[in-house]
């Protein structure tokens, strides 16, 4: 457990050391080619990126088009081939792979299209998950994983596991296990692509919620332009690439 | 962390109680039969240390055969049998003994009015008493007229004495052996404790030259027993004994001797020398079902962990180190053999008492024995749930998380 000063949190959201205000993500000419040869496929052909604190990003663009790729990479779950990806004004290209999981752990929470949720374990525990990794005394433990659930409406759903849960109540554990360190960024992967319109609105509006009160970086990759409009920024990507980078007009107020 | 990391194997190894259990089995099979092996061997061998504390520590015996024969092996076919001559040697002309006695055995029928009883019947003299340091409890010993005869006189042993008479008195009645008729003069005391598996309180004395007379039909001398004076080594005086019995019996220089003499403490030492040998035997037999043990625990643990891919694929990605994998599989694998080695344990010294009440020996449980199966049953978890639990530490978050 080497390193865990280093990427040890220090304070909350924002307290990143950003030296000359460098943009808090910033990817250069990143690229993911998968398999070699024949079976090459170059899933990213070169991103330069700049998020900056606080910022709603939705990505979009078609099946296949390297946006859960990228988003892999910003989660520091996949290396890139080439380029350069500086988070917090600090180079982590070099890093291992247990420095990758600490600032995991420490700066980041994931949602993805499946939940990701352990079975046969409660609301709670996987809410727990990531501070048992942090090596959180127990009782602190449970004190934010219940302000967590509550923070995402499941009070009362604690004892509850997956299986007993709606698709729409197991994605909010998820959001919960992803805001319950208290991240800097959120990704999430389709995170209402297996929802119904009402249920994805509800996760939206959550998010949206988390962005603007608790000033967590959102990066969302998303099929539906509705989950898309929650957004302020939009990207889209066509074949490895980024083919627009647009602030949406938002003078129109969402209707719910 | 190590308290989750225990927590978490224990709720993995409940889930799956049934293949956790098949899975220990091994592990079960492996420490239940070394901690039985032992604890009955360990009884044995303290049963053997007290037979031969019975019989006495200062006790030489000589047998006519080869040296490489032990005590047990019958009377050498060519060596030429002892005589009484030889015993009054050994006792008059060796100052390193104090007392030698003739010994004769033979497993015969002693009958008293309509009741029979198997028992060994010794021919001997008075100094038997001596040399054997026993007493008796009522009656007297043989007199030297009754020796010099060979009269029918004889002295019971107190499992004897207690089949054939009950509470009532001896003394006096005559009992029968074989066509032997004879009266008893005296009764032994009970040594109590059983000798190499036999009750040697299950003995008639009759003067030896009656027994050669009249139950064996020659005059030989099968055993001398020879008790060593005190303050003086049992290697000396046998070395005494040896030098005697071969310018006694014209053994030439570079002959071998066709006579045995033997300390207790060879006889126990060869048996407990069996008795490890055994004890070895299958103690190596139950490691190999140990490493059987470990071979299914990483087996399995290979197979919870491909079938946990997602799982492990999700503490990743919320941030565990590969560290804090490994540990948690490790545990895993650890608490399962640990489990196994407990319940090995229970089952062992259960089988252990049941071996030793079964042969009638001490139950001797070995308490560093127990402390070992419980060490190595963990050391089976670490290094069998080491290559499992690496894997599990070692996999691609992404693809972790890809799998179904
Ligand atoms: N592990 C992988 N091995 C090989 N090819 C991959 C792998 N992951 C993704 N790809 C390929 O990379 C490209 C981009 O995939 P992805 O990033 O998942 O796209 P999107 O999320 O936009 O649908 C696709 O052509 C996909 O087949
Ligand atoms: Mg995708």
Same mark, same amino acid.
């Given at each position: 457990?080497?390193?865990?000063?280093?990427?040890?949190?220090?304070?909350?959201?924002?307290?990143?050391?950003?030296?000359?205000?460098?943009?808090?993500?910033?990817?250069?000419?990143?690229?993911?080619?998968?398999?070699?040869?024949?079976?090459?496929?170059?899933?990213?052909?070169?991103?330069?990126?700049?998020?900056?604190?606080?910022?709603?990003?939705?990505?979009?663009?078609?099946?296949?088009?390297?946006?859960?790729?990228?988003?892999?990479?910003?989660?520091?779950?996949?290396?890139?081939?080439?380029?350069?990806?500086?988070?917090?004004?600090?180079?982590?290209?070099?890093?291992?792979?247990?420095?990758?999981?600490?600032?995991?752990?420490?700066?980041?929470?994931?949602?993805?299209?499946?939940?990701?949720?352990?079975?046969?374990?409660?609301?709670?525990?996987?809410?727990?998950?990531?501070?048992?990794?942090?090596?959180?005394?127990?009782?602190?433990?449970?004190?934010?994983?219940?302000?967590?659930?509550?923070?995402?409406?499941?009070?009362?759903?604690?004892?509850?596991?997956?299986?007993?849960?709606?698709?729409?109540?197991?994605?909010?554990?998820?959001?919960?296990?992803?805001?319950?360190?208290?991240?800097?960024?959120?990704?999430?992967?389709?995170?209402?692509?297996?929802?119904?319109?009402?249920?994805?609105?509800?996760?939206?509006?959550?998010?949206?919620?988390?962005?603007?009160?608790?000033?967590?970086?959102?990066?969302?990759?998303?099929?539906?332009?509705?989950?898309?409009?929650?957004?302020?920024?939009?990207?889209?990507?066509?074949?490895?690439?980024?083919?627009?980078?647009?602030?949406?007009?938002?003078?129109?107020?969402?209707?719910? | 962390?190590?308290?989750?990391?225990?927590?978490?194997?224990?709720?993995?190894?409940?889930?799956?109680?049934?293949?956790?259990?098949?899975?220990?089995? =091994?592990?079960?099979?492996?420490?239940?039969?070394?901690?039985?092996?032992?604890?009955?061997?360990?009884?044995?061998?303290?049963?053997?240390?007290?037979?031969?504390?019975?019989?006495?520590?200062?006790?030489?015996?000589?047998?006519?055969?080869?040296?490489?024969? =032990?005590?047990?092996?019958?009377?050498?076919?060519?060596?030429?049998?002892?005589?009484?001559?030889?015993?009054?040697?050994?006792?008059?002309?060796?100052?390193?003994?104090?007392?030698?006695?003739?010994?004769?055995?033979?497993?015969?029928?002693?009958?008293?009015?309509?009741?029979?009883?198997?028992?060994?019947?010794?021919?001997?003299?008075?100094?038997?008493?001596?040399?054997?340091?026993?007493?008796?409890?009522?009656?007297?010993?043989?007199?030297?007229?009754?020796?010099?005869?060979?009269?029918?006189?004889?002295?019971?042993?107190?499992?004897?004495?207690?089949?054939?008479?009950?509470?009532?008195?001896?003394?006096?009645?005559?009992?029968?052996?074989?066509?032997?008729?004879?009266?008893?003069?005296?009764?032994?005391?009970?040594? &109590?404790?059983?000798?190499?598996?036999?009750?040697?309180?299950?003995?008639?004395?009759?003067?030896?030259?009656?027994?050669?007379?009249?139950?064996?039909?020659?005059?030989?001398?099968?055993?001398?027993?020879?008790?060593?004076?005190?303050?003086?080594?049992?290697?000396?005086?046998?070395?005494?004994?040896?030098?005697?019995?071969?310018?006694?019996?014209?053994? &030439?220089?570079?002959?071998?001797?066709?006579?045995?003499?033997?300390?207790?403490?060879?006889?126990?030492?060869?048996?407990?020398?069996?008795?490890?040998?055994?004890?070895?035997?299958?103690?190596?037999?139950?490691?190999?079902?140990?490493?059987?043990?470990?071979?299914?625990?990483?087996?399995?643990?290979?197979?919870?962990?491909?079938?946990?891919?997602?799982?492990?694929?999700?503490?990743?990605?919320?941030?565990?180190?590969?560290?804090?994998?490994?540990?948690?599989?490790?545990?895993?694998?650890?608490?399962?053999?640990?489990?196994?080695?407990?319940?090995?344990?229970?089952?062992?010294? &259960?089988?252990?008492?049941?071996?030793?009440?079964?042969?009638?020996?001490?139950?001797?449980?070995?308490?560093?024995?127990?402390?070992?199966?419980?060490?190595?049953?963990?050391?089976?978890?670490?290094?069998? =749930?080491?290559?499992?639990?690496?894997?599990?530490?070692?996999?691609?978050?992404?693809?972790?998380?890809?799998?179904?």
């Amino acid at each position: 457990m080497t390193g865990e000063s280093t990427f040890g949190k220090v304070a909350g959201p924002g307290a990143l050391p950003s030296p000359d205000g460098a943009p808090l993500i910033s990817l250069r000419g990143v690229t993911k080619i998968y398999g070699t040869g024949d079976a090459e496929v170059r899933a990213l052909r070169g991103i330069d990126l700049d998020i900056n604190g606080g910022e709603f990003v939705a990505i979009m663009g078609p099946s296949g088009s390297g946006k859960s790729t990228a988003m892999n990479i910003l989660g520091f779950l996949d290396k890139p081939t080439g380029g350069s990806y500086a988070f917090g004004g600090a180079e982590v290209d070099h890093l291992g792979r247990d420095q990758l999981a600490l600032l995991r752990r420490n700066f980041l929470g994931f949602v993805f299209q499946g939940y990701n949720l352990l079975a046969r374990t409660s609301a709670l525990d996987n809410v727990e998950l990531p501070l048992i990794y942090q090596g959180m005394a127990r009782t602190e433990r449970r004190r934010l994983a219940l302000d967590a659930l509550a923070k995402v409406g499941l009070k009362g759903r604690e004892d509850h596991d997956p299986s007993q849960l709606s698709g729409g109540q197991q994605q909010r554990v998820a959001i919960a296990r992803a805001i319950v360190t208290n991240p800097d960024v959120i990704l999430a992967d389709e995170p209402t692509g297996n929802l119904d319109t009402a249920r994805s609105h509800e996760i939206m509006d959550l998010l949206t919620d988390l962005n603007r009160k608790d000033g967590i970086t959102i990066l969302m990759v998303t099929h539906e332009p509705d989950m898309a409009d929650y957004a302020d920024r939009l990207i889209h990507f066509l074949d490895g690439r980024i083919e627009a980078d647009t602030i949406p007009d938002k003078a129109v107020p969402h209707a719910l | 962390m190590l308290y989750e990391a225990v927590r978490l194997a224990l709720q993995a190894i409940m889930r799956n109680m049934f293949r956790s259990f098949l899975t220990v089995l =091994g592990i079960v099979i492996g420490v239940a039969a070394v901690i039985a092996m032992v604890t009955v061997g360990q009884g044995s061998t303290d049963q053997v240390e007290a037979d031969v504390a019975t019989l006495g520590t200062n006790l030489l015996m000589i047998r006519p055969g080869q040296p490489s024969q =032990g005590p047990g092996s019958g009377v050498g076919g060519t060596a030429a049998s002892l005589t009484l001559k030889d015993v009054d040697a050994i006792e008059e002309q060796i100052a390193s003994v104090a007392v030698a006695t003739p010994s004769n055995s033979r497993s015969m029928t002693v009958i008293f009015g309509n009741i029979n009883s198997s028992t060994t019947v010794t021919g001997t003299d008075t100094r038997f008493l001596t040399a054997r340091d026993w007493p008796l409890s009522s009656g007297r010993s043989f007199y030297e007229s009754e020796l010099r005869t060979g009269s029918s006189a004889c002295i019971l042993g107190s499992t004897v004495r207690a089949k054939l008479f009950g509470n009532s008195d001896p003394l006096g009645v005559s009992i029968r052996l074989k066509q032997i008729s004879c009266r008893v003069i005296g009764v032994l005391e009970a040594k &109590g404790a059983s000798s190499f598996g036999t009750d040697q309180d299950d003995i008639v004395l009759i003067p030896i030259r009656a027994f050669q007379r009249r139950i064996a039909g020659n005059q030989d001398v099968s055993m001398i027993y020879a008790s060593i004076r005190t303050g003086i080594s049992t290697d000396k005086a046998k070395a005494d004994i040896e030098r005697l019995m071969r310018e006694r019996r014209r053994i &030439g220089p570079f002959e071998e001797d066709d006579f045995n003499v033997f300390d207790m403490k060879q006889i126990s030492s060869m048996l407990t020398g069996i008795t490890s040998v055994l004890t070895g035997l299958l103690s190596a037999v139950a490691a190999v079902s140990l490493l059987v043990g470990g071979i299914g625990i990483m087996n399995i643990m290979l197979v919870s962990v491909t079938e946990r891919t997602r799982e492990i694929g999700i503490r990743l990605a919320v941030g565990a180190t590969e560290g804090q994998v490994l540990l948690q599989f490790l545990v895993e694998s650890i608490v399962l053999s640990l489990i196994g080695g407990l319940i090995g344990i229970v089952l062992g010294l &259960g089988l252990g008492l049941l071996g030793s009440r079964l042969l009638s020996i001490p139950f001797a449980p070995n308490p560093s024995l127990v402390l070992a199966a419980f060490a190595f049953s963990a050391l089976v978890g670490i290094v069998f =749930g080491f290559f499992p639990a690496r894997r599990a530490a070692r996999m691609d978050p992404i693809e972790a998380l890809r799998h179904q």
